[in-house]
C-alpha cells in the first residue's frame, strides 16, 4: 500500500515542478527512517507482549505495552521537533540546489507532524497482531497507507496546491490515530477483565 501511496504522491507532485518532486523525495525519505524507527521500536515488542498474552501474565503484558507506548511516543516527538526546527540543514544536507532544500525542509515540516501518531499507529497494529488478532491490525495498516492518505492528497491538491499533499500525511495519521485508539482502549480493557 505504501507503493500504491507513493506513486500517487509522485504522480501529483511532478505536475509542479523537479525541484518541488525532488523536495518530496528528500522528505520522504526522511520520513522513512522515522517511520522505521518507530516500527522498529514497536514491532520489538511484540513477541513479549505475546508471550506475556499466551501465559496469562496480563499484568506484564499490560506494563510492557504501557512502557512501549511511553518510549515509542517519546522517541518520536522528539523526532518531531528535532525535523521541524532543523528541517533546512537536514534537507541541505542531501543536495544544495536551493530551491530544492526550500521544498525539502517545507514538506519535512509538514510530514515530521505525523511522527507520534505514527508510532502510536504501529504500536496499536503491534497490541492486535500480539493477541492474535487479524482484522483489526490490517484495517489500520490499510487505513495509514493507500486510502486515506490518497484521498487527503486528492483533496487538499486542489485547495491547497503542492503543500495540501504533504499535508495529506499528517492528516491520515491523525484520523488512523483516533481510530487506532479507539480500537484498542476496549481490546485492552477487556483483556485486562480475562
Known amino acids: ?6 506513486t500517487a504522491l509522485n504522480h501529483m507532485v511532478a505536475r509542479y515542478s523537479n525541484t518541488a518532486i525532488a523536495g518530496m523525495g528528500i522528505a ?6 522515522a517511520y522505521a524507527i518507530a516500527q522498529g521500536m514497536t514491532q520489538g515488542t511484540l513477541p513479549l507482549i505475546g508471550y506475556n498474552y499466551s501465559s496469562g501474565n496480563m499484568k506484564r503484558m499490560k506494563d510492557a505495552i504501557k512502557a512501549a507506548f511511553a518510549y515509542s511516543l517519546l522517541v518520536a516527538s522528539c523526532g518531531t521537533v528535532l525535523l ?12 544544495s540546489d536551493a530551491e530544492t532544500v526550500r521544498y ?13 501518531t505514527t508510532a502510536v499507529n504501529f ?16 484495517f489500520l495498516s490499510l487505513l495509514r497507507k493507500g486510502s486515506l492518505d490518497i484521498v487527503f492528497m486528492l483533496l487538499l491538491n486542489r485547495s491547497m496546491g503542492v503543500s495540501g499533499i504533504a499535508w495529506a500525511t499528517p492528516f491520515a495519521d491523525w484520523i ?15 483483556l485486562s477483565r480475562e
Open 104 to 116: 525539502g525542509q517545507h514538506f519535512l515540516k509538514i510530514i515530521c507532524l505525523a511522527c507520534p
Open 28 to 33: 520522504k525519505k526522511i520520513d522513512l527512517l
Open 84 to 95: 521541524y526546527f532543523f528541517a533546512a540543514p537536514i534537507a541541505g544536507s542531501f543536495i
Open 1 to 6: 500500500m505504501s507503493t500504491i501511496s507513493n
Open 123 to 138: 504500536m496499536c497494529i503491534t497490541v492486535f497482531q500480539a493477541v492474535g488478532k487479524k482484522i483489526q491490525p490490517l
Open 176 to 190: 488512523a490515530f483516533v481510530i487506532s485508539m479507539a480500537l484498542v482502549i476496549p481490546c485492552l480493557r477487556k
